[in-house]
């Protein structure tokens, strides 16, 4: 189930590239239903998995990509059939392949959880960073497009791909939704993983790597939708913003762990 | 039966000549009518618009038809066909059907890609449909142009590239903003340039117009023209604060906007994208700005060159198109031919003499045994109820293929008697070959 499901994300990333390159659009309807297939696939090998180990699979790195691959193919579907661009498919499907893939050839096996950490605060601390993860997985997407689209525009080299990409301001405005329905799913999501360090570790707060860099990111999002908000600062520099902050954020989910020694174990 | 086109358009005739043939729609009805009783047509439709007059008809004999519509248009219009002769091209068979699909397409479009043509030509096979000028072969042969149009739109990028000026500022404008709706346009200037550039600003449906000038008088002109609003040169600043969209065309000697200028406007804008357009030389606008953040600098030669990529990127795609429509017109032609009455009553035979030969067998099988003499009675009398059967439909086809309708009679006995349109290709297909072969061989 989880190679069908790779293999399909593949296919349909193929084909989003494919319509990328050849800008023909039933190549890129093909990839979204293939994206689709994928999700409803995706979400049966979830379901599976939580049976089979009687616990919301959370808690290894290979379980924590897959949910992210699945939140993210998600949420871009959502986007897609509101805003019709199909053409943000080319960039976020192969995220999701090379997440799923790595989702597949990471460990999955789970050492039984330690009891102080047996807590229905795990599973909702992850669900909440994930799906801010994964919004914010598109909003760097947006960006890059974002990015491209006014580079071409400033330099009056209007090549193909521009031709593809959607308005700036239509990029600037999902950037914009992006950003407000990610952040509040990451604040939450690092408060609860502030309860579960109480329960665990005895205090909210601990200077432990993890959650210095969580913060980190937290403030960089914090920043952005500030100047937005204050300075109006829209545009390019809120497309950086948006891919300077999933990269650190990527950094906190992946990177803190093998850098440096955490007791946030897993991921 | 023949499809005859016989027309001049924008490459082939100046504006005085196309204005003498053009029909207006008042006359157009009565010109129908005339034209489609004229004995040797025996369908017919006309397309008059501003670049082109064009008679498409079915004729059975095609130089009469030529003949008659030539002499038929200048009747119409009262010239003498001598002087006009030299513009006007006549096509027949595929090539009038490519041509025809050429023009639905818009390909033949003084802006190749314009999508206005087809409404026009639809509007025009709706008036010669209405009036019964059109019969079989012009019912198919129009929605089949119709339907090659909408293949040409959606297969290639051709109608997706703007080749004017205006047209790429636009085009640049929704790459912005994604629509122009809503969306604040300044003029500065009130020259003709403003004037064309805001009639397509205003057909994308852009919001609130503000003009401005150094003479008030005339940005009061051009603004009340625009339903928009006159600000005085003075309060410039302004009004860029207000503008979404800027377009500059004024015979200033130095720049009327600079970069400072416009830096401090985009900050009380918060930010918000601008997009100028400088189609004014010497330059109204301070190149410089096009580096301020959200502030998009388009002038004249950056907007030529835009034009010029996509006039490159338009030939590669009328390429395609005309592929398209080479196949499509062969596919029409050789469904027109099946329409030939030749092969038709070939075809008819040809069944009639199947079931024959079946129906005697079977008889003959059934009678037990039976003299030679006796057998050849039974063979002479079904060939007899056969012959006498397909006589008179065979004798009015023939005499009704070459009159008006005939293409009507035609259509009718392949379908009465089930004679399958492929089976009659293949006939015509066999005999045209044998046609070919000896010249082939010489």
Request: charged fraction near 20%; include cysteine.
């Amino acid at each position: 189930m989880s190679a069908l499901t790779t293999i399909v994300y593949l296919a349909g990333t193929a084909l989003y590239l494919l319509y990328l390159a050849l800008a023909r659009p039933g190549l890129a309807r093909a990839g979204r239903a293939a994206l689709a297939l994928g999700f409803v696939l995706h979400t049966a090998l979830l379901g599976l998995r939580m049976l089979e180990i009687g616990y919301p699979p959370v808690a290894s790195l290979g379980d924590s990509l897959s949910l992210l691959t699945w939140l993210l193919v998600g949420g871009y579907l959502v986007v897609s059939l509101k805003h019709g661009t199909m053409v943000l498919g080319s960039f976020v499907s192969p995220i999701a392949a090379a997440l799923m893939v790595s989702a597949w050839i990471l460990p999955r096996a789970t050492s039984p959880l330690t009891p102080g950490l047996h807590s229905v605060w795990i599973p909702i601390h992850v669900w909440l960073v994930l799906s801010g993860e994964a919004i914010f997985a598109l909003a760097f997407c947006a960006g890059i497009m974002y990015l491209f689209q006014e580079r071409q525009l400033k330099t009056k080299q209007l090549g193909l791909l521009a031709r593809r990409l959607p308005s700036l301001e239509l990029l600037d405005r999902l950037n914009w939704r992006l950003l407000t329905i990610g952040f509040p799913l990451l604040t939450f999501g690092f408060i609860a993983g502030m309860v579960v360090a109480a329960s665990a570790w005895g205090a909210f707060w601990s200077w432990d790597p993890k959650q210095v860099w969580a913060l980190i990111t937290w403030l960089l999002y914090a920043v952005q939708l500030h100047s937005r908000l204050t300075a109006g600062w829209r545009g390019r520099r809120a497309a950086i913003l948006s891919i300077v902050g999933f990269v650190v954020l990527l950094f906190t989910f992946l990177g803190v762990n093998l850098v440096q020694t955490s007791l946030h174990r897993f991921v | 039966m023949e499809i005859v086109l016989l027309g001049l358009n924008h490459h082939t005739a100046p504006l005085p000549v196309r204005e003498q043939l053009a029909f207006t729609p008042e006359v157009l009805l009565e010109a129908i009518r005339r034209l489609c009783k004229l004995p040797g047509i025996a369908e017919g439709l006309i397309l008059s618009t501003c670049n082109r007059v064009e008679v498409l008809a079915v004729a059975p004999d095609p130089d009469l038809g030529v003949r008659q519509i030539t002499a038929f248009l200048g009747e119409c219009h009262g010239v003498s066909m001598a002087g006009v002769e030299p513009h006007v091209y006549v096509h027949t068979a595929t090539e009038a059907v490519r041509h025809l699909f050429r023009v639905a397409s818009s390909l033949d479009s003084m802006v190749v890609g314009e999508p206005q043509i087809l409404g026009q030509l639809k509007a025009a096979y709706r008036v010669a449909a209405g009036q019964k000028a059109t019969g079989v072969v012009l019912n198919r042969l129009l929605h089949k142009a119709f339907a090659v149009a909408k293949r040409v739109r959606t297969e290639t990028r051709i109608a997706s590239s703007a080749v004017s000026v205006s047209f790429a500022a636009i085009q640049l404008a929704r790459r912005i903003f994604g629509t122009l709706a809503g969306k604040t346009v300044l003029i500065v200037g009130a020259g003709e340039m403003c004037e064309l550039a805001l009639r397509h600003l205003r057909s994308q449906g852009v919001g609130e117009v503000l003009v401005t000038n150094r003479t008030y008088e005339r940005a009061v002109r051009l603004a009340g023209e625009f339903r928009g609003s006159a600000i005085p040169f003075e309060e410039l600043p302004q009004g860029l604060r207000r503008a979404d969209i800027v377009l500059t065309s004024t015979g200033s000697p130095n720049f009327i906007v600079r970069r400072e200028q416009a830096a401090e406007v985009i900050r009380a804008r918060r930010h918000r994208p601008m997009f100028f357009i400088d189609i004014a030389v010497p330059r109204d606008v301070d190149p410089r700005i096009n580096d301020i953040e959200n502030v998009y600098l388009y002038d004249l030669d950056d907007l030529q060159a835009v034009v010029q990529d996509n006039r490159q990127e338009r030939e590669k795609e009328a390429r395609r198109a005309e592929e398209i429509i080479a196949h499509e017109a062969g596919q029409f032609f050789h469904w027109l031919r099946s329409l030939d009455v030749v092969p038709l009553i070939v075809a008819l035979r040809e069944r009639a003499e199947a079931i024959r030969r079946r129906e005697l067998e079977r008889a003959l099988g059934r009678m037990g045994p039976l003299t030679e003499a006796q057998r050849e009675v039974l063979a002479a009398l079904s060939a007899g109820i056969i012959n006498k059967l397909l006589h008179q439909p065979i004798t009015r086809l023939k005499a009704e293929s070459g009159a008006e309708q005939g293409a009507l009679y035609i259509e009718a006995a392949r379908r009465l008697f089930a004679l399958d349109a492929e089976e009659i290709e293949q006939e015509l297909d066999e005999a045209l070959a044998d046609l070919e072969a000896p010249e082939g061989g010489g």
